[in-house]
Nanobody
Framework: QVQVVESGGGLVQPGGSLTLSCTASGIDFKNSVIDWWRQTPGNQRAWVAI???????NYPDFVKGRFTISRDNAKSTAYLQMNSLQPEDTAVYYC?????WGQGTQVTVSS
């Protein structure tokens, strides 16, 4: 069964950190491209990070230097380490592996 499952969301104070996980099953994970996206109510999904099968990463400017994407092929799991979180980072975060999407995990940044 092909499945992508995100976890690790929650409530964090401004300036805090959170690490999201994305675990895949039924997918050729080690040869897959992995993206993280986020979406707030009423808005389109915004791309947050990408990691290729070679480990090359890229980020949009609004998270560059704060977010880090990584992968563990042995565990079929990708991660998104988020530091210096701000209220505007509040969103549902989604993982996409070869365009297969998970259900999302809520991240709320609030004091």
């Amino acid at each position: 069964q092909v499945q992508v499952v995100e976890s690790g969301g929650g409530l964090v104070q401004p300036g805090g950190s959170l690490t999201l996980s994305c675990t895949a099953s039924g997918i050729d994970f080690k040869n897959s491209v992995i993206d993280w996206w986020r979406q707030t109510p009423g808005n389109q999904r915004a791309w947050v990070a990408i990691i290729t099968r070679f480990g090359t990463t890229n980020y949009p400017d609004f998270v560059k230097g704060r977010f880090t994407i990584s992968r563990d092929n042995a565990k079929s799991t990708a991660y998104l380490q988020m530091n210096s979180l701000q209220p505007e980072d509040t969103a549902v975060y989604y993982c996409a592996i070869n365009e297969i999407w998970g259900q999302g995990t809520q991240v709320t940044v609030s004091s």
